[in-house]
């Protein structure tokens, strides 16, 4: 505690429920730009910075099957394109204010953004271009988190830094409980037996196996996704 890291190469995980801030619409555009603009001036430094967002704020697969006959497959589907319109947004902010940006889907939509190619990533990332991963996966059944622990894994990013609207990890629900702490660090161990709803579980152990430490931070505060893409301590650290 109290000492600072920095990171190279990092994955920001942003969730849809994020991007939508406080605003009655899908997206907040206040949201998006001081993202783009916090990013951009971290990758000014130097550091890389790829980009999976998440799409809640239009739809959750799961929460539509069995409506109308809904398959979990084909909804997830749906959820996954929603992702893609967020990264799009998110791609038109950055380049608004100048920050090259590239955006690669988990499968094809040639004529929106390029198709998931791993040492092409790597090479966006290494020219200092903005690498926003669209899609998730590209499977059903699964969330962006472990999109963004799976993409992290794959392009070498040293921590995976959860945006949320919550300032990190608490022992219990913060909503629920007011004597609710919050955690400066839980190890993957802990998020799995105490079944704390961070990221699911599927995302943790693929961070776990990689030794990918994850920082849960609150994006609704002006300057947080600075300070945790410069490696401040801030939220919670999620690691051995
Ligand atoms: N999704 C999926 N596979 C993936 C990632 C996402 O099927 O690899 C679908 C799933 O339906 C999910 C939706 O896309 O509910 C939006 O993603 P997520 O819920 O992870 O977004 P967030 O909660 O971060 O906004």
Known sequence: PGYSYRWRRVLLKVSGEALSGDGTQNIDPKVTMAIAREV???????????IVVGGGN??????????????RASADQIGMMATVMNAIFLQASMESIGVP????TAFRMNEVAEPYIRRRAIRHLEKGRVVIFGAGTGNPFFTTDTAAALRAAEIGAEVVLKATNVDGVYDCDPRKNKDATLLKHVSYREVAIKGLSVMDIT?????????????VFNLSKAGNISKALSGERIGTLIDV
């Open 203 to 215: 995302a943790i152990t693929l961070c776990q196996e990689n030794c990918i430490p994850v920082v």
């Open 40 to 50: 951009a001036a971290i990758t000014r430094l130097g550091v890389e910075v790829a």
């Open 58 to 71: 239009f739809f959750r697969g799961a929460s539509w099957v069995g409506a109308s006959g809904l398959d």
């Open 101 to 104: 940006t590239r955006v690669q």
